[in-house]
């Protein structure tokens, strides 16, 4: 798991962000990001809908393989400037293999600029 400084957890930072961000996609995830000016350092936040999976379980999983592939790649992201980022799953996120959304991830870390 990504270490929780690095977690975008604020339920008014959420909103905005999905509202307001720039848009990145692939075939296999969605993410919204924008700058931020305060923090020290990348937030992530990985939302993933019941429309996705229908059960707990998948959700979870989806959201901690996400956030593995963040730890193990943050510092493949680009150190200035800070962003927070929200990645959202598509339902073909439920078949890939897990090399399939490492590279879908690492598709996304360029347009972070």
Do not use: C, W
């Amino acid at each position: 798991m990504l270490a929780r400084p690095y977690h975008l957890k604020r339920k008014d930072d959420i909103p905005g962000l999905l509202k307001r961000g720039k848009l990145g996609m692939n075939r296999l995830l969605v993410t919204r990001f924008r700058r931020n000016e305060v923090e020290k350092h990348h937030r992530f936040s990985v939302l993933v809908s019941t429309n996705i999976a229908a059960q707990a379980v998948d959700r979870n999983r989806v959201r901690r393989r996400i956030y593995s592939l963040l730890r193990k790649h943050y510092d493949r992201v680009p150190s200035l400037p800070i962003f927070d980022v929200v990645i959202l799953p598509k339902k073909s996120i439920l078949t890939a293999s897990f090399k399939d959304i490492e590279a879908a991830l690492l598709s996304l870390i360029p347009s972070l600029r």
